[in-house]
């Protein structure tokens, strides 16, 4: 009689409170992403604005693909988002590598020679010599 009487209660009482920790959870990475996202954009922001002779060594695409479903349909959906990189080394052999458009990437050569803008973590362009 005690065992059919306390897994009920702890049920309800135990199910909501996971439930809770999981929403909290999740508003709190969302909170501390946006926080990171500021601090870096004001970070970049106090930074000079550099414009050095760089090489570009190399590029890369980053594709990530997502299943959905259809809320009960038949069959799946799918999306993809593609992040494209870039890697340049400066004269004293230090390398940086950035985040740039689909666009600018496709203009972009391994090998290029040429003056590299940044401010901090920001790509600003390159111009090739």
Not at 17 to 35: H, K, N, Q, R, S
Not at 41 to 61: D, E, G, H, T
Not at 89 to 118: A, C, N, P, W
């Amino acid at each position: 009689m005690f065992l059919n009487n306390t897994l009920p209660n702890l049920m309800f009482t135990l199910i909501p409170v996971l439930v809770f920790c999981g929403f909290a959870f999740v508003i709190t990475m969302f909170i501390v992403m946006g926080v990171k996202g500021i601090i870096r954009w004001q970070s970049n922001n106090k930074q000079p604005i550099l414009i050095v002779p760089a090489n570009l060594v190399s590029k890369r695409i980053n594709v990530s693909r997502r299943m959905h479903n259809n809320a009960g349909r038949v069959g799946h959906s799918s999306s993809s988002s593609t992040d494209y990189y870039i890697t340049f080394e400066v004269e004293s052999g230090s390398r940086m590598e950035f985040e740039i458009t689909g666009q600018e990437y496709g203009l972009l050569v391994e090998k290029d020679h040429g003056d590299l803008k940044f401010q901090g973590t920001r790509y600003l362009g390159f111009e090739r010599n």
